[in-house]
């Protein structure tokens, strides 16, 4: 299992995007976060389609594509055709998520489906043999900036623990609230891919708060 910082752009400076994909890709960052909000499904309107090819046309770091969207099945090949590499759905969104996670690894995509905070993780165990990652939401979608809910941990053990009693592999991914601080508590309960956005792209300084992370997570890497 390897640890993986996925920075969330939602937080980055829109006039000057390149630049914070620049320090990302120059301080060995192996994913970028985006964030797809509609509207609907969350109260906020966030990055499309464009934006995404976009971010594809100057980058080749994984794209970590989160749709927090009500209709994900209209948008999925869109999102695959503009450069997605990860396509992450929400349980609690429209359609049958088996097909929808089908659909996605058929695009060759890697599929991933995401969790609430009080959505339970039990929820989502028969979607195991779907997915490569799960990501558990750890404050209420759809803006950033928001205080890590601790409750949320529950998930992320839960997730864990049945990977690990079923030999399984997939990723267990959280996005909320979190920073240098607190990092260790979800690494702790068994996630492996951290999003952060204003913790890193708020700091003073985005290189060195990228270093501060990846030292912290590099820890639980010479202790597997």
């Known amino acids: 299992m390897k640890y993986i910082l996925s920075p969330s752009l939602l937080s980055a400076d829109f006039t000057r995007l390149e630049?914070?994909?620049r320090i990302c890709e120059d301080n060995n960052v192996p994913y970028l976060h985006v964030d797809v909000m509609d509207g609907h499904f969350v109260p906020n309107i966030s990055i499309g389609v464009p934006v995404v090819k976009s971010i594809r046309q100057c980058t080749d770091l994984v794209?970590?594509?989160?749709?927090?969207?009500?209709?994900?099945?209209?948008?999925?090949?869109?999102?695959?055709?503009?450069?997605s590499d990860i396509i992450n759905?929400?349980?609690?969104?429209?359609?049958d998520k088996k097909s929808l996670l089908k659909k996605i690894r058929a695009m060759g995509r890697s599929p991933a489906i995401t969790i609430k905070p009080d959505t339970s993780y039990t929820e989502v165990l028969d979607l195991?043999?779907?997915v490569d990652m799960f990501l558990v939401m750890s404050v209420e979608p759809g803006f950033g900036g928001q205080s890590?809910?601790?409750?949320?941990l529950k998930n992320v053990e839960g997730l864990a623990q049945y990977r690990a009693k079923n030999n399984l592999s997939?990723?267990?991914?959280i996005d909320g609230g979190i920073n240098a601080s607190n990092l260790t508590k979800p690494l702790d309960a068994g996630a492996?891919?951290?999003?952060a956005g204003s913790a890193i792209f708020g700091a003073e300084d985005t290189a060195a708060e990228i270093q501060k992370f990846k030292e912290i997570m590099s820890r639980y890497e010479v202790n597997l």
Do not use: W
């Not at 997939?170 to 991914?173: A, C, L, M, P, T």
């Not at 492996?192 to 999003?195: K, T």
């Open 19 to 21: 630049r914070d994909i």
């Open 63 to 83: 794209l970590d594509v989160h749709l927090m969207i009500s209709q994900p099945e209209r948008y999925i090949e869109a999102f695959a055709e503009a450069g």
């Open 89 to 95: 759905i929400h349980y609690e969104a429209e359609g």
């Open 128 to 130: 195991c043999e779907y």
């Open 148 to 152: 890590f809910i601790e409750k949320t």
């Open 170 to 173: 997939y990723d267990i991914e």
């Open 192 to 195: 492996n891919v951290i999003v």
